[in-house]
């Protein structure tokens, strides 16, 4: 599904990481940890195609992900590690706007991934009336709205959650995994939940 050869990555003329090379197929889990600066959230932008590697190539479904920019939205979901909402718009206005890439944005659809994340109740609140964690619970919405492609590329994803939502949501990646979805994401904390086939990646010994 998702292969990468001999990744290299610069920023600023800096060597991040070199010669990372690692394969990902239906049901697995990697996280991606290292310190501050390794380049986590750069891997993740290189695995998108939102920038381009120094050295090496990501291939998604067997090409390389360079050529596919016209379908990389239907083949993979990315959140990134801020929460990405509009201050101004509602909490159902925002989740309909996120949900446009990949859902027909329909309201019932909109109503139940709100649910899901525990903001029934909030649906016309505006979004700058909200706390960090809720407005992190908008983005994360998105994991619970139909037709969603199997790879899910996800930047810190549990950041201002709390213990709940940090339980729901490791169960929840798991659950996608071992359905036969695929999720990468990077992450300090230690996850008590995994996929049965789940790989920690520390960027740190990649670093050059
Ligand atoms: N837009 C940018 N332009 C230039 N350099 C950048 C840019 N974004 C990040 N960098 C540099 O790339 C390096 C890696 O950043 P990145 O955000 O990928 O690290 P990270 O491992 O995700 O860090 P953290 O754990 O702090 O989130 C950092 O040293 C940073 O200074």
Known sequence: MLEVVALGCERDQRKLFTGLTFRL???DMLRIQGPNGSGKTSLLRLLCGLTQPTNGRVELFGQ??????????????????????????????????????????????IGKALAAVGLRGFEDTPCHALSAGQQRRIALARLYLPNLPNLWLLDEPF?????????????????HC???????????????????AYVDLDLGQYTS
């Open 159 to 175: 950041t201002a959650l709390d213990t709940a939502g940090t339980e729901q949501l490791e169960a929840h990646l798991a659950r």
């Open 178 to 196: 071992d359905h036969g979805g695929t999720v990468v994401l990077t992450t300090h904390h230690e996850l008590s939940k995994r996929a049965c």
């Open 64 to 109: 390389t992900l360079a050529r596919q920019r016209d379908i990389r939205a239907s083949k993979l979901l990315w959140i990134g590690h801020a929460a990405g909402v509009k201050a101004l718009l509602t909490v159902e206005e925002n989740l309909t706007w996120l949900s446009a890439l990949h859902s027909t944005g329909e309201t019932a659809a």
């Open 25 to 27: 197929r239906a049901g």
